[in-house]
Nanobody, 129 residues
């Protein structure tokens, strides 16, 4: 069972920055292939993809965050940490942010939320004017 724990959320003014982290109990020694990504969900809206790695290690970003957010991955021997650096935050970035992991062969799910295997509980990001 893979566990994902997000941290780093909080309240920030518009234009500010936050860095989210996701500690994952997953490593290349336990799984030959896995992918990770970030999603978010605002009240009354569907969960949407923010940034994710594909099976070749390339990154995809939602159009709304391109140039402002940066996803990165630190693969340790025993675990993995996923980051999301968020700059120039806007009011519309307010949401619960979730870390997701896909374990298995084949293509990574991209922004198709139903395709991801594991989810964290989320960390709240609130941007105010």
């Amino acid at each position: 069972q893979v566990q994902l724990v997000e941290s780093g959320g909080g309240s920030v003014q518009s234009g500010g920055s936050l860095r989210l982290s996701c500690a994952a109990s997953i490593s290349r020694y336990t799984y030959s292939q896995y992918c990770m990504g970030w999603f978010r969900q605002a009240p009354g809206k569907e969960r949407e993809g923010v940034a994710a790695f594909d099976e070749d290690g390339r990154v995809i970003y939602a159009d709304s965050v391109k140039g402002r957010f940066t996803i990165s991955l630190d693969k340790g021997n025993a675990d993995t940490t996923l980051y999301l650096q968020m700059n120039s935050l806007r009011l519309e970035d307010t949401a619960m942010y979730y870390c997701a992991a896909y374990v298995g062969r084949g293509y990574c799910p991209g922004f198709r939320a139903s395709g991801w295997t594991y989810w964290g509980r989320g960390t709240q990001v609130t941007v105010s004017s």
